[in-house]
């Protein structure tokens, strides 16, 4: 009786595993492909919106050289922030790459310290007509340390695996 039910019972468990295993290792690709495609997006998304951050502060400091005014710089701000992805980018960090969380988490908060440095601390001594030259040499020290974890976030966005 043992050996009549494995006479049928093999042959459905060795088709319902041949159905089966074709399904599980396509998964497993396209899942492989979604995260590459993800990574690739993550890391040109990324580094686009650093190089209008970066581009936006070496614009500041042409004002902070009296080259151009506080509102051509606010213009040339305005202009290249039109095309910011950064909710989508961390919408990707928080689904697919949750490790480089707390890296693009040091990222931001030092842009934002040097914007807010920028927007706070420079702009109210520009409108008192300060001299804000004077700012430059922060700016640039700020602008290195943004520099150094922009290029360690590259690096770890590299080197996730798939």
């Not at 089966?20 to 998964?27: E, M």
């Not at 409108?127 to 976030?153: D, Q, T």
């Amino acid at each position: 009786m043992v050996i009549k039910m494995l006479e049928w019972a093999i042959p459905l468990i060795i088709g319902f595993l041949a159905g089966l295993l074709p399904n599980i290792i396509s998964n497993k690709y396209n899942e492989k492909c979604l995260r590459r495609d993800k990574q690739e997006y993550l890391y040109e998304s990324i580094t686009n919106w650093y190089n209008r951050f970066f581009g936006q502060v070496q614009y500041f400091i042409l004002v902070l050289d009296n080259k151009i005014d506080w509102n051509q710089y606010l213009d040339y701000k305005l202009e290249t922030n039109k095309e910011s992805n950064f909710l989508k980018n961390e919408i990707i960090v928080n689904i697919y790459f949750p490790k480089i969380s707390k890296p693009l988490k040091e990222l931001t908060t030092s842009m934002q310290s040097l914007y807010n440095f920028i927007e706070d601390e420079i702009k109210e001594s520009y409108i008192k007509g300060s001299n804000i030259s004077l700012y430059k040499e922060k700016v640039v020290e700020k602008l290195i340390v943004c520099n150094k974890l922009f290029e360690k976030l590259k690096n770890d966005i590299k080197k996730l695996k798939i």
